[in-house]
């Protein structure tokens, strides 16, 4: 019969490190069709090298678990300086508590080895904290927190994703700190709504492309991860709280030397 | 467009005497340069394309289609913008080999920023707009964007029309191109000329293969009625295109892109990187088979301008045994790269190269990296073809005239251009293999493609540099007809490693596996040039909304190039060529299919679509003048300078 290895795990983060150069993706010779195949190969590469080595002994008693790929490192070094250098993290939250998203940034800030991040873009699960369904008052919540941490110092500028006209204009009116960006699916990057069009350019707010699905992790493809790395047992009742993605750009030059992942998942032990 | 001195030029005798004294002070202020420049801090990315247009004149009422000879009088007119405003200039001028040619650039350079990259057409379509505003619309005046012209050289191609002078008196001494059609107003082209004819002791000999269509005359031979002392007839060949002038070769245009890397290493892995991809993207951008009024077997211009100013003499060339000349020399100074620049890549640096060893050890002992003054000892075993009497004597600490005079008349596919001394421009590479499209749109998304690769290859660190013999062997092959499509090409088919053995890093693979991915002839996967480069879109959290979508349509325009679902120019003129109802099927453009041809030609240029098809999907995208309020101020630094 088969035995769960990490029986007491509620909570687990992996980081991907930094992937910008394909050393971590060398076996891949085909270009990620998209970014969820992109974050379930990262995902994929850390269990599988970290899974090698490890003291199933200690780990089963764990209820929160971390794995890195200690080759990786992404932290900000100093070939360029930090002015030179533009830190993007887009924070795709389906986990709308506040201090998960403090968290989940003081955990990217630390990853970096960075103070700051110059650009935070925020987009909010259609289905924020499992069973509840989208509404402006989750995007608002998670903004304050973003807000004090511009008031603080540790981001400069934030911006929002998917956001049609009606939504970013209440969210313009209402927020402290503005929008400065709505990043929007690059399928509609030549056929952008006018009135969409317009409003950004009245408020001077950029649009930007992603190419990311609604929802980068659904909860199925992480627990999909977890059979293959561990076991069907291990897997049950997994969900993604958050992803967040960086990068960093040398902004005159257009290379980018950083990117990378941090995924959060959870489980309630007593719904399995 | 190369050095412009002001003063006098030396003729050949005086010439030849100070070559010596060239590259010995030539090198010399080399080493200063590289000394003083070699450790500039790092550079921001800055980059300008560079588009030749002719001056045609379509004269509906006689059917003719020829070029105007007035770019001397355009030119003054175009560069006031320049010299009254300078560095507020949207764009620039320059003369170019032809007097029915100019050379436009933008003002300043574009920058490190994505949205830069829809503003490349728009600058386009000003200069296209700011030179169509000083010619007669009414009277059929234009200008065009193409590589060859088709008649150039052919009896009244010109206007006003000149009789070519195959005489001494003359400095081309061409049966067919006269002298009035070299850019005149200053002596840099005409001394470049005569200096080369006189330097290879006899004219210029371009062959080109002519189309054997079903009633070309075969075998194909011409007879040249004012060919008095028989040098065409011994110099022309059975089933060729015979030119006799450096102008069939520097009178086409070109598009060519330069860029500053950040430091002098950076600009040197970005000369090895490109130089594999000088034969792919000349295959892709093929657009000149019609030279001298007939179809030829080829579909581009960079061996027809490779012969058209070939200055070696017999000796060089290996007709005849070494006795004057110092070298024998494989290739003319018009030509692809013979080494990689890095030292990582001296391995694959499998061909011979002719040295000067001399000036070579000279380097080395003076601090030049190996690699770098094996390089530049190349490009030195050259003679100066143009020199000024005001130029000769020089300081080697301040000035570099020496030097720039051997670089800018060494033609090769990349050209590494360290920084003027006591200037803020950095190390730069130029990449100048492209033929120049017949719309603004296409020639946006060749430059906009490539300047995107060099970011995804320093990004993800990739590596195509496979042995110098291949890319010369993918040259030969890049000119074929049909090259696109029918080509096979050597590449590297795997781009993450760094070092390996260079045996074994090519694969054959067609444009479209190249440019669009797909499998290799050794049966492994290649992920695509577009694909690469779309991945670092992807990857940028900078790319806005308006520029994706530009981007979107260049790379659907190369993408359909590569794949053969649209046509290359090349194969669109042949195509145009063969279905016209006057068309012979003899190889031969007449006036009257060089004149619809040239007018539909002129059509396209101005956005109509009828006879486009299979060339263009469309030309309509979102480039714009001026990058938009919001995201200037996102972290690209202001552009100053020239390149």
Redesign the interface.
Known sequence: MEVPRIPQASSLIINSGNVINFECLKKRKRIAQSTTEELKDCLKTVLDSRLKTINWDEEKFKTSLEFTVPCCNPALSDEQTREDLKVTVKAMMCNADPEVIVDAIHRVLKELDTDIIDVLLLSVSEKPNVIETFHMDHLKTLWSVLERMVDKGQIKTLGVCDLEKPALEELYNWAKVKPSIDQVNEVSCCIIPPDLNAFSKEKKIQLLTHGDALEILPAEDFQELMKESFSDLDAQGWHTSWVLRYTALIRCRGVITRKGYTVRAQRNLNNI | MGLLSEGSPLDWEETKKYADHVRKHGVKQFINLYHKLKNRPCD??KWGDEVEYMLVKIDSSQKQATLMLNAPELLPLLQREEIENPSENPTAWRPEYGNYMIEGTPGKPY????AHFNVVEANMRLRREQLEKLLNRSSGETCLSITSFPRLGCPGFSIPRLEPDPSEASVTKSLFFPDGAIFGSHPRFKTLTRNIRSRRGEKVSINIPVFKDKNTQTPFVEKFPNDHDGEGASASKQDHIYMDAMGFGMGSSCLQVTFQA?NIDEAKFLYDQLTPMCPILLALSASAPIYRGLLSDIDCRWYVISSSVDCRTKEERGEEPLKNDRFRIPKSRYDSVDSYLSPDNAKFNDTHLVMDEQLCQEMIDGGVDTSLARHVAHLFIRDPVSLFSEKIEQDDENDSDHFENIQSTNWQSMRFKPPPVNSDIGWRVEFRPMEVQLTDFENAAFVVFLVLLT?AI????LNFVIPISKVDANMQESHKRDAVRKGKFHFRKEL?SKSSNPEDVTAEMDINTIIN?GKTEAG??F?GLI??VN??I?????????T??TI??YFKLLSDRAAGRLKTTARWMRDFVDSHPSYRHDSVISEEVNYDLIKTIANITKGNMDGAQGLLHTTVS?SVDEI????QG????SINGSM
């Open positions: 921001v990315l920058g490190g920023l994505f950040c970011r320093l990004t993800f660190k993450h991915g492994t996967d992920p694909p690469l991945s670092y992807a990857t940028l959290d900078d790319a806005d909304v308006d994706t979508c979107s349509q979102k938009p309020e919001s995201l996102t972290g690209g630094v």
